[in-house]
């Protein structure tokens, strides 16, 4: 493998990891907002500052609302004002419904259309928008890997997704060994990163992965949503040092986060406070204790600062605030336990409002304001649509091929299911009696094997929820992603279908001759990519897995309610079951005849269009001296058509069309998760 380059070489910034923590709130003094970075730039090498990609951002009287039907808009974020410097990490605290990821979505060009934006956000005292690999939003609700790839695997991969075309494979995978040392999982190169005690890493580690995909193009703002939700101890202090690095090296680093720990609150930098969507403070972290106890709410000694804010202007702890909230005058800290969340902070914005550390902000914002820098840009060029394509391609078919539960069992599964019905239904002969035994069989194989395609489910969820997240950071597009997952499964269900369909259709008896097996694992094949393609629809809409295979199974015995073997067409109910249920059952297609409207005569015809299985069985041969024509236009009064193979276009065409619908419906369920995570609860997160 490549060595790990040097800075000078790489084809863009990286950024060193260095940390030197700050000082410690108990022993240093309390001071107002000061804006030189606690390393100077010489400090740190030229090879790992760019500054062409600096980013100062800056931003006043920033609100946000959302309408509401029965009431009045509700506010968000009402006038935050602040700023984001390289060399220092802004951490944007308060309690739950504070406005916290509100402003990270506003401040990231994130929030859903449905909210009402008002302010001034500028990067480099410019009004302008965040291009490709300038940013990136980083949340653990989205928190999806492909579990069967190892570390160094999905470092490398999504190197060549992201990195350009043009640059050299060696310096793709020597930009992957770089990103993944300073990221400090070297020893976990060759471990999965799915979740289990032996093989696999961490939720702290995985979560490191997902950091090091997105610092592989050097971007310039980094916000990070609920950094360190769900993570405990040594976790916490991994993520938050190589976030510090991070910074140190030049980025502009904003997280949220509820609380932490007294370790961790004495290595933040700058505080910004929300409580109600309102700014409570704004400056370092040692000068936030300053401000309270100022205010009339000191710290106790010994105590965590991060709980004591907590405490002091969290909703949640305003029936139990007494015990907790401290006060120097025993007058005052009763009158306060009394008071109304509401008030408190209140009291407490309009004290900051009050204070030298406002007017420090206000007078940083206007300077940076006034002080044009250049340009945001990211010298890295999106890589081509065609590496895209392959890159996807290679990753969802490693991931498959090693994903045992996906198709690997489905197809031991199958083979079984078709080995039971091929023994049930042993040697079936050409009486009058075996007409029934043919059409159900045919029936049950083709209609189990559709069925167990609803498995696959929750594998598609997870493929379809990790596609969404990489969305959200312009990793590649979603019609890459569809026609790269769709090309990948075609091996398996090729298998799927030929395997498993030996056992049975020779033990049956069915109708020989090599074009009648041919036709029928065409068949088959074509109707597993459409029931694949239908269940991948079905996961892009579904919030979780588990309601996706309920909805899967339900859509899959509708479909073979109207597939035609248990109740003709023409005896359906009009209404909702013939139309326009049974027109739009791939089941119908593999089984027997359908109508359909489009047509290639005339603006717009009516046909008749034979439809395959019992077609390719019966046609040709004689049950009880009665002709296969006799059976399939007689008995089962099935009308003549152009011919069986048009089936197979019909099948052909549906799963062109699940496959685009599921697009379609990709792009609007990052809508509606996006609107949904935003609008959580009251609306403010």
């Not at 790990?4 to 260095?18: A, F, H, K, M, V």
């Not at 579990?147 to 999905?154: M, Q």
């Not at 914002?365 to 890589?383: A, E, S």
């Amino acid at each position: 493998m490549a060595q790990s380059p040097t800075g000078d070489n790489l084809p863009l910034r990286q950024y060193s990891i260095q940390y030197q923590p700050s000082p410690s709130p108990l022993t240093s003094q309390a001071s107002p907002i000061t804006s030189p970075p606690p390393e100077s730039a010489s400090s740190i090498p030229l090879s790992q500052v760019d500054t062409e990609s600096a980013a100062s951002l800056s931003w006043k009287d920033v609100t946000v609302s959302f309408e509401q039907r029965s009431s009045s808009p509700q506010v968000v974020l009402d006038g935050v004002a602040g700023y984001a410097e390289p060399y220092r990490m802004l951490t944007i605290m308060g309690p739950s419904q504070s406005g916290k990821s509100t402003l990270l979505r506003a401040l990231s060009g994130r929030l859903c259309r449905k909210a009402k934006y008002q302010g001034d956000i500028r990067i480099n005292g410019r009004r302008q928008q965040l291009t490709y690999g300038t940013s990136t939003f980083l949340t653990p609700d989205d928190e999806v890997l492909p579990d069967s790839l190892t570390v160094k695997e999905h470092l490398i991969l999504s190197a060549f997704l992201r990195l350009p075309s043009n640059l050299p494979r060696k310096e793709k995978l020597a930009v992957a060994e770089h990103v993944m040392s300073e990221m400090g999982l070297t020893e976990l190169a060759y471990r999965y990163v799915r979740k289990c005690p032996h093989k696999g890493i961490s939720g702290g580690e995985r979560r490191l992965v997902n950091l090091a995909v997105e610092l592989l193009i050097g971007p310039s703002l980094i916000y990070f949503d609920d950094a360190f939700k769900g993570l405990e101890g040594a976790s916490v202090l991994s993520l938050l040092i190589k976030l510090k690095g991070l910074a140190r090296g030049g980025a502009t680093v904003i997280m949220c986060t509820e609380h932490v720990s007294s370790q961790v609150y004495e290595l933040l930098d700058d505080l910004c406070l929300l409580s109600n969507g309102k700014m409570v403070f704004f400056g370092d972290n040692i000068a936030a204790v300053e401000h309270f106890s100022t205010a009339g709410f000191p710290c106790p000694p010994n105590h965590n600062p991060s709980d004591h804010f907590l405490y002091t202007i969290g909703a949640e702890f305003e029936k139990l605030r007494a015990p907790f909230l401290y006060v120097q005058d025993a007058e005052k800290a009763e009158a306060f336990a009394k008071e109304d969340h509401h008030q408190i902070v209140n009291f407490l914005s309009a004290s900051y409002q009050g204070s030298d550390f406002n007017a420090a902000l206000v007078s940083k914002v206007n300077m940076l304001v006034k002080k044009k820098g250049g340009v945001l840009v990211n010298r890295i060029k999106r890589p081509a649509s065609r590496s895209e394509f392959f890159t996807l391609s290679y990753r969802s078919l490693l991931n498959t091929t090693r994903a045992l539960g996906f198709y690997w069992i489905r197809i031991l599964l199958s083979f079984l299911y078709m080995l039971s019905i091929g023994t049930i239904f042993l040697r079936l002969d050409h009486s009058k009696s075996s007409i029934e035994a043919r059409a159900a069989c045919i029936f049950l194989a083709l209609e189990g094997m559709m069925f167990l395609s609803v498995g696959g489910v929750p594998y598609m969820y997870n493929e379809v929820k990790m596609h969404v997240r990489e969305m959200v950071n312009c990793h590649y597009g979603v019609a890459n992603f569809v026609v790269a997952n769709s090309i990948a499964s075609l091996p398996f269900l090729l298998l799927i279908s030929l395997v498993p369909l030996c056992s049975m259709y020779f033990l049956a008896g069915l109708h020989s001759g090599a074009l009648k097996f041919i036709y029928f694992v065409v068949n088959l094949y074509l109707s597993l990519i459409v029931s694949e393609s239908l269940m991948m629809a079905i996961s892009c809409i579904v919030p979780n897995a588990y309601t996706g295979m309920i909805i899967g199974s339900c859509v899959q015995v509708l479909f073979m309610l109207v597939g035609g073997y248990v109740r003709h067409d023409n005896n359906l109910p009009k209404a909702f079951w013939k139309y326009p249920s049974s027109y739009i059952s791939f089941h119908a297609h593999s089984l027997r005849v359908k109508r359909f409207l489009p047509g290639f005569q005339g603006l717009l015809m009516c046909g008749l269009l034979s439809q395959g299985m019992f077609q390719n069985e019966f046609l040709g041969s004689r049950y009880g001296g009665h002709t296969g024509a006799y059976i399939v236009y007689g008995e089962y009064n099935f009308p003549a058509s152009p011919g069986k193979w048009w089936s197979l276009l019909i099948l052909a065409g549906m799963a062109i069309f699940y496959r685009t619908l599921s697009v379609v419906l990709i792009r609007l369920s990052y809508r509606v998760r996006s609107l949904t995570r935003t609008c959580i609860a009251t609306g403010k997160t």
